[in-house]
């Protein structure tokens, strides 16, 4: 069974720092990692997703992909107090294409 | 304007009661999802449905029944209700079922089973 873990759970920065959110897996045959963003009393929102080895950027995020190490992570730059929330990374594999979830991290950018 | 509408937002319910939770989506989508999050627990993902045909289930018990009256509808009955049902129920959907489809989510409803 596919299994998820993130770190760390909780972190807190100061607006305008750079943060990293770590996500690893334990499957290498995991077809995609995707990153959702969720907001107190919200639902996940999609963020940014990665099918193969390397990184992928859009506009303030990159996510890294290391498929040897079973290891992805969520780079935010130039981090807003609207970018406070819990980071979900989720891992799809099977036939049956669905996700498999984090616990997630709770982000909290400080003004 | 919320485009997947989930109701209602909050829910209480005795143990031993049944309840239906309300899902539309008007993204003209042809995949919808039932998911639970639990405190302290990942998200876990239940039934998928595809053009309202039932196309995975990981939910055990038979209490958890979805029901499919139109393409955009996906409601969730819960039968004989545990307090262990307490969770938020989200319901999400894709354009397309699997592949590399993104999921998008309702706001869920909040059921606390007394």
């Known amino acids: 069974q596919e299994k998820v873990q993130q770190s760390p759970e909780s972190l807190i920065v100061p607006e305008g720092a750079m943060v990293s959110l770590n996500c690893s897996f334990s499957?290498?045959?995991?077809?995609s990692i995707w990153w959702y963003q969720q907001h107190p009393g919200k639902g996940p929102k999609a963020l940014i997703?990665?099918?193969s080895n390397g990184n992928k950027k859009e506009g303030r995020l990159t996510v890294y992909l290391n498929r040897a190490s079973l290891h992805v992570s969520l780079h935010i730059k130039d981090s807003q107090p609207s970018d406070s929330a819990v980071y979900l990374c989720a891992v799809r594999r099977g036939s049956n294409y669905q996700l498999i979830w984090g616990s997630g991290t709770k982000l909290i950018i400080k003004p | 304007d919320p485009k997947i509408i989930q109701k209602p937002k909050y829910l209480v319910a005795v143990t031993g009661s049944e309840k239906i939770l309300i899902c539309e989506q008007y993204?003209?989508?042809?995949?919808m999802y039932w998911y639970r999050q639990s405190a302290k627990k990942p998200l876990e993902f239940m039934f998928s449905?595809?053009?309202?045909?039932?196309?995975d289930n990981q939910t055990a018990s038979s209490r958890f029944q979805p029901q499919s009256s139109k393409k955009n509808h996906l409601d969730l009955q819960i039968t004989a209700l545990k307090p262990d049902d307490s969770a938020t129920y989200f319901c999400a959907s894709s354009p397309d079922w699997g592949g590399a489809n993104t999921l998008y989510f309702g706001a869920g409803t909040r059921l606390s089973v007394l």
């Open positions: 997703s990665i099918f």
């Open positions: 499957d290498s045959a995991s077809q």
């Open positions: 449905y595809s053009y309202q045909k039932l196309m």
């Open positions: 993204l003209g989508h042809n995949a």
